[in-house]
């Protein structure tokens, strides 16, 4: 996503010592973060096991990467350690893909990004008894992008949602919405505070989650309010769908106008000095 509501909390970054990463996933390093490489199908089978395993693991985190996100994760080293320590990372955006072809001369398989993941999995897995919860943005816009979910994805149960402005409540606050998450029985918590809050969120409080998928979702809830539509299809399969969000959202020119080709410097440097080429083909 592209981190379209930047809400949520500050708090410790630090990831939990007992949060193992998952196995068996071909990873690319982009700028200290290893983006897992499948293509659509492979993902939304990969979180369908997640899913549908019995009995429950524990929480798995997935996080999706844009060149801001990790632009801001090459400005904060305890941000990039929320994001190596994911069990999975997917890769969101031209800039992410491009990086991969200047980085390890290769092309990513699928542009495998929270907006069409989630409405992926609503369709694979309806009528399977499972459910969700929705964290985030505003105490009004949360209902609302509820009221849409209900209504859009039929055959699974809104287990329930909690607006994103936990940051100025003190810890107490995010541990009675954990006890909720927790009371509701959901199998899915979507998480959107937009980057990067909802990562850390994430990362601080999954220990205590008992939801078996925990996903940051960004400016998702955007999409179901109403407040932002996406590109057409034909953007997006031309790779310009940063330049359709742009013209929307005219207050985020320096991270675009500026912040690619900062991103795009980066990964320059970390070619010539070969430092991602260490990521290469990791299996996590």
């Not at 632009?71 to 491009?98: I, K, M, Q």
């Not at 989630?118 to 992008?145: C, D, H, K, M, Q």
Request: glycine share 10%; hydrophobic share 45%.
């Amino acid at each position: 996503m592209n981190g379209d509501t930047a809400q949520g909390e500050m708090m410790d970054t630090t990831v939990p010592a007992s949060a193992p990463r998952a196995a068996n996933a071909r990873s690319l390093q982009v700028l200290g973060v290893p983006v897992t490489d499948h293509a659509m199908d492979e993902a939304l089978a990969w979180f369908e096991q997640v899913l549908t395993r019995q009995p429950r693991s524990r929480s798995q985190a997935v996080f999706f990467v844009n060149a801001h996100t990790l632009n801001v994760a090459c400005d904060d080293p305890a941000y990039r350690e929320v994001l190596r320590g994911a069990d999975r990372v997917y890769g969101d955006g031209t800039g992410v893909r491009w990086a991969v072809r200047l980085l390890h001369g290769r092309r990513l398989r699928d542009n495998v990004n929270g907006t069409d993941v989630v409405p992926g999995l609503f369709a694979r897995l309806a009528g399977r008894g499972l459910s969700y919860y929705l964290l985030g943005n505003t105490p009004e816009r949360i209902e609302r992008a509820a009221a849409h979910a209900q209504a859009v994805f039929p055959g699974w149960r809104m287990a329930g949602c909690h607006h994103g402005f936990l940051w100025d409540q003190g810890p107490e606050a995010s541990a009675e919405v954990v006890r909720q998450i927790n009371a509701s029985g959901a199998d899915m918590l979507l998480v959107g505070m937009g980057n990067p809050k909802q990562e850390q969120w994430i990362a601080r409080h999954l220990h205590q989650l008992e939801v078996p998928l925990c996903m940051g979702t960004g400016g998702l809830f955007d999409y179901w309010v109403g407040d932002l539509v996406r590109a057409p299809a034909w953007v997006r399969a031309i790779g310009y769908e940063w330049l359709h969000l742009l013209i929307r959202q005219p207050h985020k020119a320096r991270r675009y106008l500026l912040g690619n080709p900062l991103f795009l410097a980066r990964v320059l440097r970390n070619r010539l000095l070969g430092t991602d080429r260490a990521g290469h083909e990791v299996l996590r």
